[in-house]
T-cell receptor, first 114, second 114 residues
Framework: KAGVTQTPRYLIKTRGQQVTLSCSPI?????VSWYQQTPGQGLQFLFE???????NKGNFPGRFSGRQFSNSRSEMNVSTLELGDSALYLC?????????????FGPGTRLTVL | SQKIEQNSEALNIQEGKTATLTCNYT??????LQWYRQDPGRGPVFLLL?????KEKRKERLKVTFDTTLKQSLFHITASQPADSATYLC?????????????FGAGTRLAVHP
C-alpha cells in the first residue's frame, strides 16, 4: 500500500497570504488528522476529519481550517499567514485495529513564511 | 491541562548498550500511550502502543513499560545501533471524544555512537 502523501513538500509564502496544503491518506483509511510541528512547541494537534466531518479540533485560531473530501483526501488552509505559522505541517491517517489506533504520518509540508 | 515531559537533553550512548528513554505525564489518565520515531525532515513513524491495562510490551529490540501509578512510560532499545539515532516521541491519546487526537511530548534525541 502506498503511504500517506502530502503536497507540496516545501512552500514559501509571505505574511498576509493564504496557503492550502493537501493530504492523501492510505487507501482505506477514513480518518485524517493534522498537526503542526515547530522547534518551540513540538507537535500540536490541529484537527481531525472522518467521513468529511470534523470530529475534533485543537487550540488554533480560526485562520486554520480544513476539510475532507468523499475520497478521504484532506486539505488544510491557513489564511492571513503570520511569521509564526512557519512550521512543518504533518497529516496522519489512522487505522483502528486490535492494537488500538495507529497513526501513519506523511512526510510533511515545510511552510516558510517571510 | 495534560502535560507530557520527556528528557529535553540528548541521550548519547555507545553502540551495543541499552538506551532508556522516559516519558512522564500529569493531569491525565490515558487509555493508551504510543512511541514514535522521527528522523530529521520526516514525519513520525509509529513504533509501539501500550494500553493502560498492560505493564509491558516488546517488539524485537524495543520494550515499553507503562506504570499508571507513577504516570510514567519507559522506552528501551537493547543492543543499540547507530541506525537507532533519531528523536523519539511519546504520545498519549486525547481522551474520550478525542478522536485520533494525540498529545505529543517534545521528544528525546538519541545518538548512538560506534
Amino acid at each position: 500500500k502506498a503511504g500517506v502523501t502530502q503536497t507540496p513538500r516545501y512552500l514559501i509564502k509571505t505574511r498576509g497570504q493564504q496557503v492550502t496544503l493537501s493530504c492523501s491518506p492510505i487507501s482505506g483509511h477514513r480518518s485524517v488528522s493534522w498537526y503542526q510541528q515547530t522547534p518551540g512547541q513540538g507537535l500540536q494537534f490541529l484537527f481531525e476529519y472522518f467521513s468529511e466531518t470534523q470530529r475534533n479540533k485543537g487550540n488554533f485560531p480560526g485562520r486554520f481550517s480544513g476539510r475532507q473530501f468523499s475520497n478521504s483526501r484532506s486539505e488544510m488552509n491557513v489564511s492571513t499567514l503570520e511569521l509564526g505559522d512557519s512550521a512543518l505541517y504533518l497529516c496522519a491517517s489512522t487505522v483502528t485495529g486490535a492494537a488500538g489506533d495507529t497513526q501513519y504520518f506523511g512526510p510533511g509540508t515545510r511552510l516558510t513564511v517571510l | 491541562s495534560q502535560k507530557i515531559e520527556q528528557n529535553s537533553e540528548a541521550l548519547n550512548i555507545q553502540e551495543g548498550k541499552t538506551a532508556t528513554l522516559t516519558c512522564n505525564y500529569t493531569n491525565y489518565s490515558p487509555a493508551y500511550l504510543q512511541w514514535y520515531r522521527q528522523d530529521p525532515g520526516r514525519g513520525p513513524v509509529f513504533l509501539l502502543l501500550i494500553r493502560e491495562n498492560e505493564k509491558e510490551k516488546r517488539k524485537e529490540r524495543l520494550k515499553v513499560t507503562f506504570d499508571t501509578t507513577l504516570k510514567q512510560s519507559l522506552f528501551h532499545i537493547t543492543a543499540s545501533q547507530p541506525a537507532d539515532s533519531a528523536t523519539y516521541l511519546c504520545a498519549l491519546d486525547g481522551g474520550s471524544g478525542g478522536y485520533n487526537k494525540l498529545i505529543f511530548g517534545a521528544g528525546t534525541r538519541l545518538a548512538v555512537h560506534p
